[in-house]
Nanobody
Framework: QVQLVESGGGLVQPGGSLRLSCAAIGRISRIYTMGWYRQVPGKQRELVAAITRGGSTNYAESENGRFTISRENANNTVYLQMNSLKPEDTAVYYC???????????????WGQGTQVTVSS
């Protein structure tokens, strides 16, 4: 079994920064694409950023260069550095691993429990 454990959320003022972390725990051989998604009540979960094992990245257009996703393959960890935060960035942020190779085989579409980010003065 594999778990994704997120940390780093919280309350921040507009214009501030936060760094989210997500560690994958379990008998993991390899994780392919990892990503961050966010969701607000009444809306669908949306992609924030994703990164392949090789380091290729994909960002939502709304971020306009404010966010940076990175990962450490050796530690099975993915990060999201968020700068110049706006009130509209307020959401629950979820970590995702699309495919994980474990000792028992492949696991697909694994989600973390979510971490709240609130941007408010």
């Amino acid at each position: 079994q594999v778990q994704l454990v997120e940390s780093g959320g919280g309350l921040v003022q507009p214009g501030g920064s936060l760094r989210l972390s997500c560690a994958a725990i379990g008998r993991i051989s390899r994780i392919y694409t990892m990503g961050w998604y966010r969701q607000v009540p009444g809306k669908q979960r949306e992609l924030v950023a994703a990164i392949t094992r090789g380091g290729s990245t994909n960002y939502a257009e709304s971020e306009n260069g404010r966010f940076t996703i990175s990962r450490e393959n050796a530690n099975n960890t993915v990060y999201l550095q968020m700068n110049s935060l706006k009130p509209e960035d307020t959401a629950v942020y979820y970590c995702n691993a699309d495919t994980v190779l474990t000792a028992m085989g492949y696991l697909r579409n694994i989600w973390g429990q979510g971490t709240q980010v609130t941007v408010s003065s």
